[in-house]
């Protein structure tokens, strides 16, 4: 898998809010069919690697290559007609909007995307509630659209951020098998997650943050020998 190097590769990836420097020289890679995790602390700079990759921050500098194409110079919009996804913390759910509705308002971006009837297959419970508007829908049922919306466009990588948060435990089980799932087909996912354990049974490797940087880099093999190093920056 990595002999053809990286799908995605970030380097030395810097981001400002304003006048505060958020992310400091982010180096990461990620290779076609990988699921990986950023671990780390509430504000470390998780949310806002994921969303200066997508371009949804504009100051910013470094290099972000995808597939061997140069993202950092082209339009917001390139980024995602490039094959990448991305699924917000918030879900961006129009609540309004049935289910359906919500499933056919991106557009496609590659011609091998899921068909509604092959996401309704992947996701039955939205198959039960396809005219239902998102304020009828649980936080499950919400991550789960969200996830299928991006599915549908035809997006080869998914960048995921806190799809468990706020979630009952069996909903958490049913996004695992999810994800794990997309994994088989050869999705790449990179996800931020605060449940390590729960990224364990999907992931390929973590990379931990602290302060807008990446102190380390691991394979999920070598997670129970490094729990001394999750305690000291997690706290866990």
Request: hydrophobic share 40%; proline share 4%.
């Amino acid at each position: 898998m990595n002999s053809a190097g990286p799908l995605l590769s970030v380097r030395g990836l810097n981001a400002w809010y304003g006048e505060s420097h958020a992310l400091h020289g982010v180096d990461l890679d990620i290779h076609q069919g990988e699921t990986v995790t950023l671990l780390g602390r509430n504000g470390v700079g998780k949310t806002t690697t994921l969303r200066a990759i997508m371009g949804l921050i504009r100051k910013r500098t470094g290099q972000v290559s995808f597939a061997g194409k140069d993202l950092i110079r082209l339009p917001l919009h390139h980024t995602a007609r490039a094959g990448i996804g991305y699924v917000p913390e918030e879900r961006g759910i129009f609540s309004t909007l049935t289910v359906d509705e919500n499933l056919m308002l991106p557009p496609v971006v590659a011609k091998d995307g899921m068909g509604v009837d092959e996401i309704f297959e992947l996701f039955p419970n939205l198959k039960e509630r396809r005219n239902s508007p998102g304020t009828k829908l649980s936080g499950g049922e919400q991550q789960m659209l969200a996830i299928a919306r991006i599915l549908r466009t035809g997006a080869s990588t998914i960048l995921l951020d806190e799809p468990t948060e706020g979630l009952a435990p069996v909903i958490v089980q049913r996004i695992g098998e999810l994800l794990a799932e997309l994994k088989r087909r050869g999705m790449t996912i990179l996800l931020v997650e605060q449940n390590f354990r729960f990224a364990s049974r999907i992931a390929d490797r973590f990379y931990l943050m602290e302060h807008g940087k990446v102190l380390s880099e691991f394979p999920v093999g070598d997670l129970d020998n490094r729990m001394g190093e999750l305690h000291d920056v997690l706290g866990v």
